[in-house]
């Protein structure tokens, strides 16, 4: 299945995009955006394809081949940004976006556990473990951090990436069952079973689950309470701690600015308030000095667009224009 990204025509139509322009996609995903745009810069634009997902470069190429080699594809960190222009030689940049979404193949289709509704294992990273490693780049998981973070962390974490009202409890509740399963297994004199961790999303479910039962006071043989899932802001929280996504985008929104050719334009579509903040604030401050602001409130999706996507509902555009 390939995704179809939100506010497409919205951003399309915002970049202001003409034959022979070269345009940066900083998150290629499944190449949504870039398959829109290099139909809007044929027959000789080119465009430059960034993603840390080497699924997603792959998935891309195939979107992408009748455009030949006017899709340049780069499986890298976007906060690298000024880098992986500057290799590829690709000046100049007469439009950047950003869409900080997540399709659904990257959720239910990659096996990474970024998705609470399946049993994987709790990897949560971009990359595939190994590449990581050759790049050189982080390598932290899901799963080291709920293991081997201490508590206040956790819930510092759960508070404030992930907005979750239960923090303390489920951060308290990680750590009494990381005791809790050593305890049981020491017992057998099995050195293996006895390091036995939380390994997998069907396992920190059920522990943010039964958080939530007892504080609810709720049947503990329903699925969940209802609404909105809860383990939907604790998962949220751990992807971006696992892949620094806050710190990364405070290193690429100055970099897109720097690296656009006068009159370019950047356009950034964010899907929660961490993410937005820091983009508006961005905005803010360079305003009338390197931007000029085309959209001073968020383009949000139509009415037309949430019957079809309800997780557009949260979709923030923010579009610049370099001075």
């Not at 034959?19 to 000789?44: F, Q, R, W, Y």
């Not at 099995?190 to 958080?211: F, R, Y």
């Not at 959209?295 to 309800?310: C, F, M, Q, V």
């Amino acid at each position: 299945m390939k995704h179809v990204p939100v506010l497409l025509s919205e951003t399309i139509d915002s970049l202001q995009l003409k034959p022979g322009m070269n345009i940066v996609d900083c998150t290629l995903g499944d190449a949504g955006h870039s398959e829109a745009i290099l139909e809007k810069i044929s027959p000789d634009g080119k465009l430059l394809g960034i993603d840390l997902d080497p699924e997603a470069v792959l998935r891309a190429k195939q979107f992408l081949y009748n455009f030949g080699d006017r899709a340049i594809l780069v499986r890298s960190n976007f906060a690298n940004l000024q880098e992986i222009i500057a290799k590829n030689n690709f000046n100049p940049v007469h439009a950047i976006v950003m869409d900080l979404g997540w399709s659904t193949p990257q959720f239910e289709e990659r096996g990474r556990g970024f998705s609470f509704l399946t049993d994987e294992p709790l990897d949560m990273r971009y990359g595939v473990g190994e590449m990581l490693k050759v790049q050189g780049e982080e390598s932290t998981t899901a799963a080291d951090i709920v293991n081997n973070y201490p508590e206040e962390e956790l819930s510092k974490i759960f508070k404030q990436l992930g907005e979750e009202n239960l923090s303390k409890e489920i951060a308290e509740a990680i750590v009494d069952y990381r005791k809790r399963r050593v305890s049981k297994d020491a017992t057998r004199h099995d050195s293996a079973e006895s390091s036995k961790k939380i390994e997998t999303t069907g396992e920190l479910v059920e522990i943010i689950l039964e958080t939530y039962r007892q504080k609810l006071k709720s049947d503990k043989e329903v699925p969940w309470v209802g609404g909105l899932h809860p383990a939907t802001k604790v998962f949220q929280a751990l992807r971006i701690e696992t892949n620094h996504e806050l710190e990364n985008l405070k290193k690429v929104l100055p970099q897109a600015v720097d690296a656009l050719a006068a009159g370019g334009r950047l356009a950034v579509i964010t899907f929660h308030s961490l993410e937005d903040r820091i983009v508006k604030q961005y905005f803010q401050s360079i305003a009338n000095k390197k931007i000029r602001l085309v959209n001073k409130k968020p383009i949000i999706s139509t009415d037309a667009e949430l019957k079809e996507n309800a997780r557009a509902r949260s979709a923030k555009l923010r579009v610049v224009e370099k001075l």
